[in-house]
């Protein structure tokens, strides 16, 4: 990571609680990547819990990979990071070999054409499974469609592993109350930043 290091600022944030606390997780200062703000992590793993324990985790538009780590952190029995940025999968990468390597697996490409085949995968796997989606924010150029593009990424989960869908987007943007089978639980602000909860009604 030197190379990179001499080109792009790395910050880092620490896993909040669970098995690896306090190990430091590197961000790259960069357009696509943003770390998701301690206060919204710790307020996802209070809301999912137990639940999250011996699950699968997706971490699409991954990053720095902090979500999907801290969900290892907590339990979760593998983390999937999907990420296109060739700056961010490297510092992906090296977090995930520097916390979890065993119970990580990294898909570098468009999150857009990648997720049809791990859904299935997941899906035929039949393993309780979290899906959560951070795109980039519409503010930047070219991403002004990112939301149009993530409701019909979501809309292809309809099975009933998929136990809950989080998505992370700017909090000016109200999600839709049902996209597919998928319907809205609620939403939580943090500043610029909000969570909504979606889960498959029985």
């Known amino acids: 990571m030197a190379s990179i290091k001499n080109r792009v600022k790395i910050f880092t944030t620490p896993i909040i609680a669970g098995k690896y606390k306090g190990k430091k997780i590197a961000i790259p200062a960069i357009d696509t990547t943003r770390s998701s703000k301690s206060i919204l992590r710790e307020s ?106 993530c409701i019909n990424l979501i809309a292809q989960i309809q099975d009933p592993f998929a136990k809950r869908v989080i998505v992370e987007h700017m909090t000016n943007i109200d999600m839709p109350e049902t996209i597919g089978k998928l319907t809205k639980q609620k939403r939580k602000k943090f500043g610029k930043s909000s969570l909504t909860y979606y889960t498959i009604e029985d």
Request: aromatic share 16%; glycine share 8%.
């Open 44 to 149: 996802l793993f209070n809301s999912i819990a137990y639940d999250v324990v011996d699950a699968n985790f997706v971490e699409l538009f991954s990053g720095s990979g902090s979500v999907g780590l801290e969900a290892l952190s907590r339990g979760a029995t593998k983390s999937y990071f999907l990420e296109q940025n060739p700056t961010a999968y490297k510092i992906l990468q090296d977090n995930i070999a520097n916390i979890a390597p065993d119970s990580s697996y990294v898909l570098r490409g468009d999150a857009f054409e990648l997720f049809g085949s791990l859904y299935k995968q997941l899906k035929a796997e039949g393993k309780d499974t979290f899906f959560y989606f951070d795109p980039p924010f519409s503010i930047r150029d070219g991403m002004e469609d990112i939301y149009d593009k």
